[in-house]
């Protein structure tokens, strides 16, 4: 067996996009499920007093991690055909530092406040309008700050390339990390309860 | 009138909220986080495997805005290079693309996960010192500001934290990390939105 499927051809263009619906059924399904429909819910994660948002986010990315390294490993998947977002070190450093303001000022992501706005929530859909505005001041700016968008281009990147490490050293020391932060995040909870 | 009318028209609480229900129920307690973070994980999973691409938000956005300004302005998108990748050689309308598609799954997953658990409310999420349209137009913020934030990184939490993360992108990670950073440097100045 070969995998990914759709780069194997397995199916084509038309029947990717409703692959694309069902695996959104799924996410948004385990975002609500997990309160990530709920603002206070999210913003929790930076005052302390619930940090859901870790604990989901390295579940799911060290679940995610092992399932792909067991399956690289046993021959079943070809890592090098899933897609990997270049790595543009500067952009993506400002970029990553101006979503965490957006996040803890309106309370959600781009991807929770669907969720947000599946479950009623009218703070979520003030977020969601907020969204195209926010990528047409930056498509309308992009004319003079594409060169700082483009700084720090060094192609496809992964951690262990980074540091000359085995994949599976990084992915034993993801999995330690996540671990340990599972502990941390227990212990700060309780540290930090609302009175 | 029955109990279900009557709460459809009368405001929660102290009526400071504008929370109103639409489902009657009680609403059911989230799911463990662990729990939820294995299930989001597999579905990333699934995503990697059969797709060969993983999970996202903002790029269906940058689609749609392509498509609304490629639409009243086509010379002026066209021009854009930043838009100008969403419209692609005219061949495909820009909606149909796998990001959009997987967004319109999350919404309906979401809202099924809600409807499952009684927390589909129509509400505005806020502290009780801010008034709604304060709340609105700080979500409206936000949403903007993530929005210019995950088109400099190249994806928000979903296609760089969650699923870069996952891939050992080191790009995503430099992301991830910058998003925690700019949200914990600013958490402190925006807390009176939620107490």
Known sequence: MNTPFYKYGAFGDETSLVVAFVIGIGFGFFLERAGFGSARKLVSQFYLNDLAVFKVMFTAIVTAMLGTTYLAWMGVLDLSLVYLTPTVLWPQLVGGLVLGIGFVIGGYCPGTSVASVATGRLDGLAFVLGLPVGTLLFAEAFPWIRGFYENGSVGVQTLPGVFDLPYGLVVFAVVLMALGGFAGASWIEKKFQPR | ?195
């Open chain 2, 1 to 195: 009138m029955s109990p279900t009318a009557q709460t459809l028209n009368e405001p929660w609480g102290d009526g400071r909220d504008a929370t109103r229900a639409v489902d009657a129920a009680a609403p059911a307690p989230y799911m463990n986080p662990y729990l939820a973070g294995i299930g989001l994980g597999l579905v990333l999973l699934a995503a990697f495997v059969i797709m060969g691409r993983g999970l996202g938000a903002s790029g269906a956005v940058n689609a749609f805005v392509a498509w609304v300004v490629g639409s009243l302005a086509p010379a002026h998108a066209q021009s854009n290079a930043f838009l100008a990748e969403y419209l692609g050689d005219g061949t495909t309308h820009p909606l149909k693309a796998w990001l959009v598609f997987e967004v319109l799954g999350v919404f309906a997953g979401a809202l099924l996960s809600g409807l499952l658990a009684h927390r589909v409310r129509v509400s505005v999420e806020k502290g009780p010192r801010v008034s709604a349209g304060l709340r609105l137009a700080l979500a409206f913020s936000g949403g903007a500001t993530m929005a210019f934030g995950a088109a400099l990184a190249r994806g928000c939490t979903s296609g760089q934290a969650l699923t870069g993360g996952s891939m050992l992108n080191a790009g995503s990670w430099v992301t991830m990390l910058a998003i925690f950073g700019g949200a914990y440097a600013l958490a402190y100045f925006v807390k009176w939105q939620w107490r």
